[in-house]
């Protein structure tokens, strides 16, 4: 290890084991939610890239689901790195790769039309002049739009992803409207939707939202709640299969 903060852990439900930072965002159960409902194929030409891939938990995750091989794009240096020495103690070098720097950057690095899947775990908030950003600038950068913006996401994913590509992101609920223009400007369809509660009772904190490239208007599907907890803090039992009962679709 090359950092004393640093830790091996385990992903839940699985054997692979992934390298975090008390200083870096760890691993959230919004990436968790985000790998069991991203869909991918199993065949070898599959290809998938991951956009703001932090220290590569969904490359990791979506390793289990397809044999493809697997990008991340991750613009902090520090985190790119512990990416790679992840994929490194998964031995899973020759499946999934990093690159670092800037999504923005993205359609100069790849062929256009030439990804199937497309996924984005993405700073949730804005940045405005009067935005409260965390001083720690490994974590504002997770959390803001300092460096890309949701904009950006639609604008590189049109231009990379095949026709009838898929786009797959988690994202706050409020956001909903802007992704749906963007997405029409784009040329995207939203075709999948699932909204996530933390608990029984409370209004929706994160949604899971799949686009389509050049897809039909028509044909969304609304998937069920997640509760995320139950009345305490244990996870329900829809969480806890999620996380851990290795259903993959």
């Not at 990791?60 to 790679?84: D, Y």
């Amino acid at each position: 290890m090359t950092e004393k903060q640093e830790r091996i852990d385990y992903l839940p439900g699985l054997e692979l084991k992934i390298i975090q930072s008390d200083d870096t965002f760890a691993l959230s159960t919004d990436t968790m939610f985000l790998g069991h409902f991203t869909h991918v194929r199993v065949p070898e030409n599959q290809r998938v890239l991951d956009f703001c891939t932090g220290t590569g938990a969904l490359p990791l995750l979506l390793s289990t689901k397809t044999r493809g091989h697997i990008e991340g794009i991750e613009i902090q240096p520090k985190l790119a790195e512990m990416a790679r020495r992840s994929i490194a103690l998964n031995h899973l070098t020759d499946q999934i790769e990093i690159k670092t720097g800037n999504i923005t950057e993205a359609k100069d690095w790849y062929p256009i039309n030439s990804i199937d899947v497309i996924t984005c775990n993405p700073p949730y908030f804005k940045r405005y002049p009067n935005s409260t950003v965390n001083p720690n600038s490994q974590k504002a950068l997770a959390r803001h739009e300092i460096m890309m913006t949701l904009a950006d996401v639609f604008d590189q994913a049109k231009v990379l992803l095949r026709d009838k590509g898929k786009l797959c992101l988690v994202h706050r609920p409020e956001r909903l409207s802007e992704m749906q223009s963007l997405a029409q400007a784009n040329g995207f369809s939203l075709k999948r939707l699932q909204i996530i509660y933390p608990r029984s009772g409370a209004d929706a904190n994160t949604i899971l939202v799949e686009f389509m490239k050049h897809g039909k208007d028509n044909g969304l599907k609304i998937l069920p709640p997640i509760i995320v907890y139950d009345e305490g803090t244990q996870y329900t039992e829809q969480t806890q299969a999620i996380f851990y009962g290795h259903d993959n679709h």
